[in-house]
């Protein structure tokens, strides 16, 4: 059963943190490499950080220094933890399977909005 929950946006001003959180199913937490996306009006979505089963991690170059991805696979949930947020952070957040082909479902994401 697909099952990715997304929760834990908000609107923010600049210079806040948020914590995102994605509940999923045990087949999503057993995929190698997952991580979170997300999706501005007008723009492509683009993967934003990524954790692989071992700990190694990937971050966008917009997002290094400010966001940390995290796993915790006993508890079956994937967090992103964004500190000095800026308005262009403002978009849909989602969890999914990297590369998306490994496990081709998404949920129904979480929106966060950074105000200047």
């Known amino acids: 059963q697909v099952q990715m929950v997304e929760s834990g946006g908000d609107l923010v001003q600049a210079g806040a943190s948020l914590r995102l959180s994605c509940a999923a199913s045990?087949?999503?937490?057993?995929?190698?490499?997952v991580g979170w996306y997300r999706q501005a009006p007008g723009h492509e979505r683009e993967l934003v950080a990524a954790?692989?089963?071992?700990?190694?991690?990937y971050y966008a170059t917009s997002v290094k220094g400010r966001f940390t991805i995290s796993r915790d696979n006993s508890e079956d949930t994937l967090y992103l933890q964004m500190n000095s947020l800026k308005p262009e952070d403002s978009a849909m957040y989602y969890c999914?399977?990297?590369?998306?082909?490994?496990?081709?479902?998404w949920g129904q994401g979480t929106q966060v909005t950074v105000s200047s």
């Open positions: 999914a399977a990297v590369p998306l082909s490994d496990y081709p479902y």
């Open positions: 045990e087949t999503f937490f057993k995929l190698k490499t």
């Open positions: 954790v692989a089963s071992g700990g190694d991690t």
